[in-house]
């Protein structure tokens, strides 16, 4: 396993060592030990997510202000083109993103700490995206930055408007949310 560097020093691609042949392939998604040494950090994932979305379905920009989750992400069907966005007022790279392409054929995964929003856009007709969050959901907590804020400047890689909830069509401007300090 190894990780890779992103624009955000705090976020990470995380490549598992996959092993392959004519029968299929295997290949360790997490480790607790090899995570702590690509992360720097020993925590502790307390819930697996799984969702099923289909093509031009986009989700977030999602956080909890209180009770905050990192997230490790993974696509195990399809793909998507995964957002994180750094919501710490007092980092240097506030209101900055990096966008990737998480895959079923790539099987990377993308680690954010507490202090983003993340959502997803859904590039394939399906896509299975799993997650693993180091506190539980809290719907009470849970607040959304607007996918299309012209100060995030996210190009999505949409050809036409996405497919949304009524909550992610209510999100809020980078400059009207609340955000962590």
Not at 23 to 34: D, K
Not at 87 to 109: C, Y
Not at 113 to 122: K, M, S, T, Y
């Amino acid at each position: 396993m190894k990780a890779i560097q992103t624009s955000i020093p705090d976020l990470l691609i995380i490549e598992p060592r996959v092993f392959g042949d004519e029968r299929g392939f295997f290949f360790e998604s997490f480790s607790r030990r090899q995570f702590a040494e690509l992360t720097g950090r020993d925590v502790d994932f307390v819930q697996d997510n799984h969702s099923r979305s289909v093509k031009n379905v986009l989700r977030g920009l999602h956080y909890q202000i209180q009770h905050p989750q990192a997230k490790l992400v993974r696509v195990v069907q399809g793909s998507v083109l995964d957002v994180a966005v750094d919501i710490r007022k007092n980092s240097p790279t506030f209101g900055q993103h990096v966008a990737l392409e998480l895959s079923a054929d790539n099987k990377r995964m993308f680690w954010m700490p507490e202090g983003f929003a993340h959502g997803f856009v859904v590039l394939s007709d399906t896509a299975d995206f799993l997650y693993k969050t180091t506190d539980y959901w809290y719907p009470q907590h849970e607040r959304c930055l607007r996918w299309d804020d012209p100060a995030l400047a996210i190009d999505w890689q949409l050809a036409s408007t996405p497919a949304l909830s009524t909550k992610d069509a209510q999100g809020k401007s980078l400059k009207d949310a609340e955000l962590f300090d």
